[in-house]
């Protein structure tokens, strides 16, 4: 591609020759959990990307005061493509009100807010000492347009994962149990749609969106097939990514998300794909309990226990924080439930073969119980999973809050006072459906290394610096 | 004549954007555009690789597209309030371009779309 | 609530064109994605599909369709309205429906066609979009689709015009938020249809330096934006010498798009396709110019001075 009018990568660059090859960070704090590092002040030196005991020339970068710290990794987000373009194109009003980038010779303008411009996709996750920032959901088709705007997303890496599990030439091979061929087709669309990974929303019932239905229940068909059920298209895509050794599991998106008593869909699923890896996305939309909409509360603890105990899998929390975002979603049908029970706007994008995809502007409010249920669940997850390493921190930008908030989210997970001023806006209803003011662990900076649980994929300080 | 065969080719005359269109062409010009509608084979069919026009104009008069460029630039430099507009007969890339020249210069920024 | 052209050829039993011609304006729609093709789902092509065309004249479209409804010129919010009241079974007085220039059977008609297919499409065009009522046309019909999906499947979509035009539009959403009528003058976006619009900025005389490329105002923008056009140094990027070239102070020809210029551009349902050029022009191409006038400017000293890099609330 042609280079940006972006802040150039600067020492990372493979290219650099002589003493541009060296750097050397100085007095900054230095946590690094993988390595036992808790708060050390320290020098860093650096050659070619990688640490090294000393180096001599090269620039020096004075981090006295400074927090040094592993890179974030956002490995559940939608910054690119055809459906976070529609959010921006569906709401002007809130780039109005939101900050504005001014640019300067180096760096192009752009707008945060619910569905930042690229650019400021960038800085703003930069900002908060992000370097890998992962798009969750590329349809095959338009992934060229993915790739056009990830060029267009400056400093952090970018990655991808295709979505597969409602395309209909992969449904209609798994029905005939053709299953070497869909092997090959799953490597097919990694390839063409030049992804990291494979995602899979609510298998088989998008496809069924397609005729205005969806899939509810995981064991019976999916529309228009005999056999293929939600569980067989999930197990055997898990199946498939693993035997072609793709670095990451396959990324699921369960069936029913955010309906009252999807949690037995979700352990179910969870059972389905034992004997793979599996990374379960944004796991607070899936843990809800009870029967309807008003005797509904939530699951995360008997998720999070069933998830400690099977090392197989990673999540990601896909917590909630109050205030107003737009949520997109391959999840069609969900969005259109969304659209009638909030009468907002209602934007959908079906893309032909593999997906659809809703984008409704939303708020979540304190006093709605529900709302309330979910921003308890998101923390409740991050709080009871046990080990730090196998949950991210996310919110499933732009969906539960957008990302340029997570360090509202990591400030309630470090101090229980602050939750507890938190959870006292919150309706009095809510008592017995969420078990986080029973939660009293503050995640300190080092303790399982929640503060930057996103996972540390590539074992190297970066040159973040976070204030 | 031996003619060179483009298949698929994109046409980029009208919103439906065909990309199936075989294309057979000299060095010249298209002779024909197999697929095409009308609109396409016109569209095809009207363009040459001839020199017709001259690089640049300057004030009508002729000149090369170094000092064209230079012009236009100090034009765009000078001005308080440019306007960067149209972009529909033209490539993404280049379209990323006008967009960033656009931000840069603190101008004015639109398309077709607001006619 | 749209979708890709391939999700109508493959699904789409019930096609409705609204104020456009394709069979003039845009010839293999019918054949290519919409109406003809032999599917998937629809495996006998155009005998599986009805089509229904909403226009204020008979064109030539009208041959290709199965049911033609002739609004009456400037109703088309007003039909849609009373269709939005009829698919809920609100109660609608003959007046209104006379209004519209149809009568309660065609009305009926249509409102059963529509509930009784499996995945309908609205096309929309010009017709409606730029006629009287404007956007507030368009965002009617759309709300309309989005309530035909409580009963069956419903997906709207313009018809785009003119080459690129949907690549500029996705491409400045993403740059900078919103699809056109953008200032950069505070050096970020904002976006004021109506101000920052081409021709009323030209019409009041609001710029003093105008650049041109891929477009030919000269030849379709009203007289007084163009006067205003002859008054300031304007600069024009053009396979051909244009009206707007004729009196712009820099002209440059470039290769044309997909027939001699590489690239990309996005078709009206957004997807992007590769160019693949026949011929070697003698020209450079426009992304050629103009990233060499940018990197021009680019060298010249910022005339912007101090600023914050970041406003948490625009002013």
Known sequence: ?467 | MDLKVIDNATCTFCGCVCDDIQLHADENRIHQAKKACVLGKAWFLNHTAERKYPDALIDGKEATLDEAIEAAAEHLYQADMPLVYGMSNTTCEAQRECVEMADHLGALLDSHTSL | MTCTLGEVKNRADFIVYWGGNPAECHPRHFTKYALMPKSQFLPRGRKDRTMVLVDIRETKSVKASDVFLQVRPGKDFELITVLRAMIKDQPISEAQIAETGLSVEQLQDFVARMKAARFGVFFFGMGLSMTRGKHMNSAALLTLAAEMNAFTKFVAMPMRGHGNVTGADVIMRWQTGYPFGISFNRGYPRYNPGEFSTVDVLVRGDTDCAFIIGADPGATMPKPAIEHLKRVPTIVLDPHVTHTSKMARVHITTAPAGISAPGTAYRMDEIPLPLRPALESPYPSDEEVVRRIKETILKKPDWMGERPQMLTTQV
């Open chain 1, 1 to 467: 591609m042609r280079p940006r009018g972006c802040v150039p990568r600067g020492w990372q660059s493979e290219n650099l020759k002589g003493p541009d090859r060296m750097l050397r960070i100085t007095g900054g704090t230095v946590y690094d959990p993988a390595n036992g590092i808790n708060g050390e002040v320290r020098d860093l030196d650096v050659e070619d990307g990688k640490f090294v005991s000393s180096v001599t020339g090269g620039r020096t970068i004075d981090a006295t005061g400074l927090v040094i710290f592993p890179e974030g990794v956002d490995v559940h987000t939608h910054v690119a493509g055809g459906s976070i373009n529609f959010a921006r194109a569906m709401t002007p009003e809130d780039h109005r009100r939101t900050q504005a980038f001014i640019r300067s010779q180096t760096r192009r303008s752009g707008l945060g807010g619910m569905a930042p411009t690229t650019f400021a996709t960038g800085y703003l996750y930069a900002g908060m000492g992000f370097t890998t920032v992962n798009e969750a959901a590329v349809p095959v088709l338009s992934a060229p347009h993915t790739h056009e705007e990830i060029a267009d997303i400056p400093i952090v890496d970018k990655s991808c994962l295709v979505l597969m599990a409602n395309n209909e030439i992969m449904l209609d091979l798994l029905e005939a149990g053709e299953y070497e061929r869909a092997k090959r087709m799953v490597a097919w669309h990694v390839w063409a749609a030049k992804a990291y990974g494979v995602k899979a929303v609510n298998p088989g019932g998008v496809a069924a969106w397609k005729w205005g239905k969806d899939a509810k229940q995981r064991s019976e068909p999916v529309e228009g097939y005999k056999n293929t059920t939600p569980g067989s298209i999930a197990a055997s895509l898990a199946k498939i990514i693993d035997e072609l050794g793709l670095p990451h599991p396959i990324h699921l998106h369960c069936n029913n998300l955010g309906a009252p008593g999807n949690v037995s869909t979700t352990l179910e699923t969870m059972k389905h794909l034992e004997g793979h890896r599996a990374h379960l996305a944004h796991l607070q939309y899936h843990a809800c309990g009870g029967d309807d909409w008003h005797a509904m509360k939530f699951e995360a603890a008997q998720l999070a226990e069933y998830f400690n105990a099977h090392p197989n899998m990673t999540t990601d929390a896909g917590a909630v924080l109050f205030g107003d975002t737009v949520t997109i979603t391959a999840d069609g049908p969900w969005q259109h439930l969304l659209y009638k029970l909030t009468g907002r706007k209602w934007g959908n994008l079906d893309v032909e073969n593999e997906t659809g995809c809703g984008i409704v502007p939303s708020s979540y409010r304190p006093s709605n119980l529900v709302n309330a249920v979910q921003w308890a669940t998101g923390l409740e997850l991050l709080l009871l999973i046990d080990d730090a390493w196998r949950v991210f921190l996310s919110t499933d930008h732009p969906n539960g809050a957008c990302f340029w908030r997570y360090p509202e989210i990591i400030q309630l997970l470090m101090c229980a006072d602050y939750r507890k001023e938190c959870m006292a806006q919150l309706p009095p209803e809510i008592k017995n459906r969420i078990t986080l003011p029973e939660i009293d662990r503050e995640c300190m900076s080092f303790e399982n290394c929640p503060v930057e649980m996103e996972r540390i994929e590539r074992a190297e300080i970066q040159q973040c610096i976070a204030a």
